[in-house]
Each structure stands twice: as structure tokens, then as C-alpha cells.
């Protein structure tokens, strides 16, 4: 298994270093390195990545910004020249911050946190149990049962998932969107955005590549989910 890295640093020489220590660490892939935070969202936006390594002390957008910016962000772990940054990047939940200049062994250590991390979340994420019509889902120390047809979108929130239901409260879950993705039927959910995956049985309205289950709830299709979603259309099309 290997955590799919995003390396973010304004300083080239840090930059490669960074993407030398990834490189170089047998359970990390390096899918991409951005020289600002806005080559970085643009990436985020039709990528998915595990862990990204970003400097806080950048122009016009810091690291920390950039990650609030972000509706789901993966795992995060800063870089700093400046020690006082720290308490700020562990406000964004931040899994651990590396000061400059970093050593490997650092690197490292904290990498390993990030592996630990997913190893956690990801071992229980086998409280999912499906049939043909519904599934039993793991929710605030209970098994609740759901009705497929009851669903009509999910939504990713970091580690846990929101099911939003027809009529229903939301249900929360310690579980990745990847993981649910694959216990549901294709015949029935389709993953449209990386932070989204509907109910193609629900899908009501289309409009300018989002789909609208409600005035307030406007749903996204992503360039990455866009082609496989309007082949769906076209399929069903009259």
C-alpha cells in the first residue's frame, strides 16, 4: 500500500527536497508538486491524494489557508522555517508539522503518523455490511440498517461520510468514500465529484453540470466524473 502524496512549496529547493524524501519512502507515491497553493487546489480539485506537504509561509495564500479552503482535504502535514506556526497548523487538524530545515529522519516520523493515521481509519471501515436491497452501516456506537433506495446522495467529510437520506436526519460514519463506493451497486450510485457519490434513482433536475435534488442542494459533477455521467444520461436520454 502506498499514500498518494501532494507535495505544495513556493521555495525550489525545498520543493525537491520534499519530493526526494517521498520518493524515497516505500509506502509514499508522489503524484504531483505545486509551486503555490493555487496550482494545488486546481490539482485537489479533480485529483484525489492521501497526504499533502505543504509550506505554511507562502505568498498571497499560506498553507493553512489553503487547507480551510478546502471542502475535503486528505491528511495534512506542514512544512515551516517558523516554529510559531505550529499551533496555527494544528488548529486545521494537521496529522504533524516539520520545521526547516528537515532532516529525513523527521520526514520520516512524521510520515509514519500519516500511515498510522489511515491504517486506523481504514480498519474500520469493514463495519460495512450490504445486501441487495440495503446496508448496515456503523453510526455513534450502533448498527443502523438503511434502505438503498432511501439514499440519495453521500457526501465525503474527511474521514467520515455523510449519507443524507430521503425524509431522513443525515447519518455519519468513520469511513472513506472509496470504501463505500465499492460495497454500492454501480446500477444504482454513481460517483460524480471526489467529494460526492448519488443515487442515480433520485437524480431529478440537471443543470449546468450539477445535479439539483432541492432548491438548497446542488451537487457538482466534477470534470474527472463528468464523461461517465453524461454517458448515464445520454443512455436514458429521450
Do not use: W
Amino acid at each position: 500500500m502506498q499514500l498518494k502524496s501532494l507535495v505544495i512549496d513556493d521555495e525550489p529547493l525545498a520543493l525537491k527536497q520534499i519530493c526526494a524524501y517521498v520518493e524515497k519512502t516505500s509506502f509514499l507515491q508522489l503524484q504531483s508538486a505545486c509551486a503555490n497553493a493555487f496550482e494545488a487546489i486546481e490539482y485537489l480539485h479533480s485529483n484525489e491524494v492521501d497526504v499533502i506537504f505543504v509550506d505554511i509561509n507562502m505568498p498571497e495564500l499560506n498553507g493553512v489557508e489553503m487547507v480551510k479552503s478546502l471542502k475535503d482535504a486528505p491528511m495534512v502535514i506542514f512544512t515551516t522555517a517558523h516554529s510559531e506556526y505550529a499551533i496555527e497548523g494544528f488548529r486545521v487538524n494537521a496529522i504533524d508539522y516539520l520545521l526547516k530545515p528537515i532532516g529525513y529522519p523527521d520526514f520520516l516520523k512524521a510520515a509514519n503518523k500519516a500511515l498510522q493515521h489511515y491504517q486506523l481509519v481504514h480498519s474500520s471501515q469493514d463495519e460495512v455490511k450490504t445486501d441487495n436491497d440495503f446496508l448496515f452501516i456503523k453510526s455513534e456506537y450502533k448498527i443502523m440498517r438503511i434502505k438503498l433506495q432511501d439514499i440519495t446522495y453521500v457526501e465525503s467529510m474527511r474521514e467520515y461520510v455523510r449519507i443524507h437520506l430521503r425524509g431522513e436526519k443525515p447519518i455519519m460514519t468513520l469511513l472513506s468514500m472509496k470504501k463505500l463506493e465499492s460495497r454500492l451497486p454501480e446500477s444504482n450510485f454513481m460517483r460524480v465529484h471526489r467529494s460526492y457519490i448519488v443515487n442515480l434513482n433520485q437524480v431529478g433536475t440537471i443543470e449546468r453540470n450539477r445535479i439539483v435534488f432541492d432548491r438548497d442542494t446542488y451537487i457538482p459533477v466534477s470534470d474527472q466524473y463528468k464523461e461517465r455521467f453524461q454517458e448515464y444520461v445520454n443512455k436514458n436520454f429521450l
